[in-house]
């Protein structure tokens, strides 16, 4: 699987677990806390502190993983990798604070701000992760110029990534049955997996130089 759709497969997966298992609470988008955030004001709930600090734990993972690949790209490290195992890390400390609603929400927010950062930061060419609705949008207006006859590469990067954010709906919506300490394990194993994969990645220009500077 691809980066940008295992990324969105990622982003739908835990925004949906955390808004089934939190009450309401979208740890990817703050556009829709703040509409909830609103509904709060005519219609109180008891989870109105939870949603009212979610926006800085969000803006708190966008900091770290800012400060993380500066200091990477820094130093030659490979920044991708060490964004990745960042939100591992991130929302294995939610699945271990499982118990208590406002830590996972906090962290799992702060996770989503993290892949959101690094998502702008080193991975600005694929669409956006997380949300949707600019990617559904640029969907239609690059089909209807495909259909005019203008060349649009990055058609199926946007139609698998939508495609895989909306299974990912339905994976975490699935697993919201475990709860958050077990629903999120899988969502780890991924960036895991995708931690590696980038290092390995990473490692092959490399190889190859060394390969060419033999020859």
């Avoid at 691809?2 to 609470?25: I, K, M, N, P």
């Avoid at 709060?40 to 900091?63: C, I, Q, S, T």
């Avoid at 702008?120 to 495909?146: C, E, H, W, Y």
Wanted: charged content about 15%.
């Amino acid at each position: 699987m691809a980066r940008g759709t295992s990324l969105s497969f990622l982003a739908g997966y835990v925004d949906t677990l955390g808004f089934v298992a939190l009450h309401g609470l979208f740890t990817a988008h703050v556009t829709g806390n703040f509409v909830l955030l609103g509904r709060e004001l005519v219609a109180p709930g008891n989870d109105v502190l939870l949603k009212l600090l979610a926006f800085p734990a969000f803006v708190a993972g966008v900091v770290a993983v800012r400060a993380l690949v500066r200091r990477r790209q820094r130093v030659g490290d490979d920044a991708l990798r060490s964004a990745h195992l960042l939100q591992a890390a991130l929302m294995l400390a939610a699945a271990a604070g499982a118990r208590w609603d406002m830590a996972a929400g906090l962290l799992c927010a702060a996770a989503m701000g993290a892949q959101n950062g690094y998502g702008k930061l080193l991975l600005a060419k694929l669409p956006a992760s997380t949300v949707m609705t600019g990617n559904v949008t640029q969907l239609v207006i690059d089909s209807l110029d495909r259909v005019g006859g203008a060349e649009r590469p990055a058609l199926a990067a946007l139609g698998g990534g939508i495609l895989a954010f909306a299974l990912g709906c339905v994976g975490g919506a699935l697993a919201s049955r475990w709860g958050m300490a077990v629903g999120l394990l899988p969502a780890v194993a991924l960036l895991l997996a995708m931690a590696v994969r980038s290092g390995t990645d990473a490692a092959k220009p490399e190889a190859s130089k060394r390969d060419n500077a033999a020859l």
